[in-house]
């Protein structure tokens, strides 16, 4: 195979002629090459099989033990311009960059083999797609995009037909944490990643381009490339009304995206359309349409179980790619939280010993492919998208933050987003449980100058005449014993019932200084076992700590200057005014 797409064609010629690879492979996105890989991969080591009576096609992956998760440090924006990256990049000069990564690149290939990946972010016929092509010497990283993208021929095709693509070029180099960079230009749509063979760092369809790029990329095209899940919630009288909800990495996506209603909800059923990335763009009605450019899930393990994420749990049994879990005597898959069998053997290949922590990395991983999702919605392949009403918020917070409330209208909602923040997760390297400022959950992924992206969420508010109502959430909130109140998984289904019923005009609201929060019968709580004080104290708002919040971020707008939005701040002092006055 090869392609009548000059541009590619000498592309990959050129990297041929700096990595020096033995052998060139097309990627065809078949079966049988993925069949091929995966077999030649149990071969090398880089696969070993798992039980295939209780889990056939299942796989697991060990990877380098100082390779487990993103490296933000290492991960930079290089625009011509180091003020359009923003103080929320890392930035290197392009011409610095290139020269860095064309040295690590020299010859790297030499021995194995370089895989052109064809791949297109969303269904290969919609016009919101967009393509590209990953030349990597990593079959991991192949049969990892076979399921996470639209891999192969018809995505060459498209790319034929378009002309243009985004280039990544992927190495995992000699797995040295200090020769390790993750580079964008953005201005170029291109990536090039050394040195790690991890899925944020690696499959560079997803972080890299479906957020990085496509976020400088949707900017000057008038649309949004988000980190969000999307769902649809169909109520009993058969009508479904979609969400896309913005958590950091590790904070429940993949879980509030294929929840499964308790039983107290007959008759509501929620669909997954996507469970990490959104693509949002105004449609010609005025409201916000989106699609889901990624094809499968890669998944935080830890914590799956029937009770967590039922469907998530069964999906994992077949077909799956694990990376950095444990296994059973039996050789199944194991995991905290997984609730059936123990460890005998842990993440790094040893022989389990609890003194030496956790059995699975809290970062380990599956990757299967959304077509596995028992709750996949049928509208995930839609080439335009599917409407959604509303837009939610959120993070880990143990305290501030309350079990919901709704921003006043879109420009409110914007500060909403921007003021967001969490507790750090084990998803990249560095300390855990810090809050930390994720506006938009789009810190580690924003591919410009913040001030700029929230300027640009402003101007899309303009364009929407029927725009999704905006509401922040918090599942974390804990007690004074450390527990959490709210219990969380298929019960948020009672939480996004307000929200729908807030659409829909057919809920009250308390207005507040931050935004307008539930009555306390707003949320339905039949067969919740929760007191009314902990639902009292989960709908509050404790004004004291909502002004030093609003410092905080006030704090953090600062260090964008004369950059950021007047409108924003405008929101800001209105919010600061109104608990001032109280
Ligand atoms: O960066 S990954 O896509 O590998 C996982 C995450 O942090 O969301
Ligand atoms: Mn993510």
């Not at 180099?173 to 790690?196: T, V």
């Not at 979609?242 to 950091?248: D, H, I, S, T």
């Not at 300390?431 to 930390?436: D, L």
């Not at 909502?546 to 410092?551: C, L």
């Amino acid at each position: 195979m090869s392609t009548s797409n000059p541009q590619l064609a000498q592309w990959v010629d050129e990297v041929a002629r700096l990595t020096r690879p033995d052998r060139i492979h097309w990627c065809d996105g078949s079966e049988a090459e993925d069949r091929q890989l995966i077999d030649q991969m149990l071969e090398s080591g880089d696969l070993l099989e798992l039980n295939q009576d209780s889990h056939p096609g299942c796989y697991l992956h060990r990877s380098d033990p100082a390779d487990v998760a993103r490296v933000e440090h290492l991960t930079f924006v290089c625009t011509r311009q180091e003020d359009d990256a923003g103080p929320n990049n890392h930035w290197m000069e392009p011409g610095e960059a290139r020269k860095k990564m064309l040295g690590l690149f020299e010859g790297c290939m030499e021995g194995r083999t370089l895989y052109v990946v064809p791949y297109c972010m969303g269904p290969v016929n919609s016009p919101l797609s967009r393509c590209g092509v990953e030349i990597t010497d990593s079959p991991y990283v192949v049969v990892n995009m076979r399921r996470m993208t639209r891999m192969g021929k018809a995505a060459l095709e498209r790319i034929e037909r378009e002309g243009s693509f985004v280039k990544g070029l992927h190495s995992t180099g000699e797995l040295d944490p200090e020769r390790r960079f993750i580079m964008h230009f953005p201005e170029d749509l291109e990536i090039m990643s050394y040195g790690s063979g991890y899925g944020g760092n690696a499959l560079l369809g997803k972080k890299c381009h479906a957020l990085r790029i496509a976020s400088h990329q949707a900017r000057s095209e008038g649309w949004l490339a988000e980190h969000m899940l999307i769902v649809g919630i169909e109520n009993p009288q058969g009508e479904t009304h979609y969400v896309a909800a913005a958590f950091p990495s590790a904070c429940g996506k993949t879980n509030l995206a294929m929840l499964i209603p308790p039983t107290s909800h007959k008759g509501w059923k929620i669909w997954t359309v996507g469970d990490d990335i959104a693509w949002l763009h105004p449609g010609k009605d005025g409201r916000l349409w989106a699609i889901n450019p990624e094809a499968g899930y890669f998944g935080v393990v830890p914590g799956t179980s029937p009770k967590t994420n039922p469907n998530a749990y069964d999906m994992i049994t077949e077909d799956t790619l694990f990376t950095n879990v444990a296994v059973t005597e039996d050789n199944q898959p194991w995991w905290e939280g997984k609730k059936e069998g123990k460890p005998a053997i842990d993440w790094q290949g040893r022989p389990f010993d609890a003194n030496r922590g956790a059995a699975a990395h809290p970062n380990s991983r599956f990757t299967v492919s959304a077509s596995r999702n028992p709750s996949q919605s049928p509208e995930a392949e839609a080439a335009g998208g599917v409407p959604i009403s509303a837009i939610l918020f959120g993070g880990r917070r143990k305290d501030v933050a309350p079990l919901i409330f709704e921003a006043h209208d879109w420009n409110h909602g914007v500060l909403v987003g921007a003021g967001m923040a969490s507790e750090t997760t084990a998803a990249a390297t560095g300390a855990q449980g810090v809050v930390r400022r994720d506006p938009m959950a789009m810190k580690p992924f924003c591919g410009y100058n913040f001030a700029d992206y929230f300027a640009h969420w402003l101007n899309i508010g303009q364009k929407l005449s029927q725009p999704p109502r905006i509401f922040h959430v918090n599942w974390f909130r804990q007690d004074a014993d450390g527990g959490f109140i709210w219990p969380g998984f298929g019960e948020n289904l009672r939480v996004l019932r307000w929200v729908l019923d807030r659409c829909h005009g057919d809920a009250e609201a308390v207005d507040s200084p931050i935004g307008y929060l539930p009555t306390l019968e707003g949320i339905d709580q039949t067969e919740l076992d929760m007191s009314r004080e902990a639902m009292e104290e989960l709908l509050s708002i404790d004004e004291g700590m909502w002004r030093a919040e609003m410092a905080e971020i006030g704090d953090f707008m600062g260090q964008f200057g004369e950059r950021t939005p007047e409108q924003l701040m405008k929101e800001f002092r209105k919010v600061v005014d109104a608990l001032e006055a109280r």
